[in-house]
């Protein structure tokens, strides 16, 4: 069998980006076959751009205020992506929601990551919304982007038990622990071309 090419990806970062440095971190030690070929913020200052940076991939920022519109802001993040030839869009902590210019070129090829056990608890809020709501059980979510807020395709999920000793902080830590260690597992599976869309569904081949 012909041997696969690592994947290229497009990281989309609005702050710290620690899910972009888990990223970084498993090409580095060998469980991801994918390299991030750009990382673009709508953030100037955003940490992410940094991290970019001393990995080397290429860190571009766009901003919206240098555009007249969302269609033209989208469509200059479109350009950037298509021009370091991604495969795949991750969205790591991307604040806003990703217009159709994007999702578009990159039919269901573009991923996101929601804190919380979707469809649950959607939004920008999604551990404090679910502490607060008092759900025994919250989760981390990998998903295909749509042009509905954390929507689309569910690819991965994994429960997290809310304790009575929980507290918001410790629940923080939690789920991003686990966000650390299943975005990079679950694009390893794009890597293999072990993910299956059959609808609205996603089915996990087995793997060789
Ligand atoms: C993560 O909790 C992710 O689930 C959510 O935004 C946060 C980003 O954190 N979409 P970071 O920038 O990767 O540190």
């Keep these: 069998m012909p041997e696969r090419r690592p994947l290229k990806l497009g ?5 710290s980006g620690t899910n972009l440095q888990a990223i970084i971190d498993a ?9 991030v070929a750009v990382v673009i913020s709508d953030k100037a200052d955003a940490y992410g751009l940094e991290r970019a940076r001393q990995a080397g991939s290429l860190a571009v920022h766009v901003s919206r205020a240098d555009h007249t519109d969302a269609s033209a802001f989208n469509a200059a993040i479109r350009d950037a992506l298509v021009a370091a030839e991604v495969d795949f869009v991750v969205m790591a902590g991307y604040m806003r929601l990703l217009g ?5 070129a990159f039919p269901m090829r573009v991923l996101n990551i929601h804190p919380a056990l979707l469809p649950s608890f959607p939004g920008a809020h999604g551990i404090g919304d679910a502490f607060v709501y008092g759900v025994k059980l919250t989760g981390v979510t990998v998903h295909f982007a ?25 629940l923080e830590s939690k789920i991003h622990a686990i966000e650390h260690v299943l975005y990079p597992a679950t694009l ?11 609808g609205r569904a996603v089915r996990i081949l087995p793997g060789g």
């Design 188 to 198: 390893q599976l794009l890597a293999e071309g072990r993910v299956r869309i059959e």
């Design 11 to 15: 990281v989309l970062v609005s702050g």
């Design 100 to 104: 159709r210019e994007v999702l578009a």
């Design 27 to 35: 090409r580095a030690d060998g469980s991801l076959d994918a390299d």
């Design 146 to 170: 749509s042009e509905v807020f954390d929507e689309g395709p569910i690819i991965a999920q994994v429960p997290v038990r809310i304790e009575e000793s929980d507290t918001l902080e410790t």
